[in-house]
């Protein structure tokens, strides 16, 4: 029976170990900003440091989803350099490049980093039994 079990750890494990690897990659998509051709952003999934500094990055709730959408995109992080080399933004504030999407499309972007990051979206998790009350003596 021991041994039974053994394996069952040992298989349990290496599952475990596979979905570790995958949780590490970071999935990436690409979104046509207001149907403009030329406005092409990829933004990527966060891992739960980077979404941790997010959630705390401000009390204000408008400012973590800028904040959020900033870090998971590369595409604006550039062109925020570019605006703050010619001086339109603040190096410090380089994030409020963010100000340009509407408060629909900055829901649904911050909702896909979301998604990409693995912390939204349906749960692949089913009850297979359930057990019964524990009773106290």
Known sequence: MDQD???I???FAKQAAKRMEERKKHRKESLKIGGDEDMVMEIRGLSDTELNDCFEFSE???EVDRYTIYMASSTLQNAAGCLVKDG???AKEAYKIT???SSVERNYI???ILALSGASGDADIAVIQEGEEIKNS
């Open 60 to 62: 204000e709730a408008i």
């Open 5 to 7: 079990k053994t394996v």
């Open 88 to 90: 339109k933004l603040n």
């Open 9 to 11: 750890f040992e298989k």
């Open 110 to 112: 911050v909702r896909r």
């Open 99 to 101: 100000e340009m999407f």
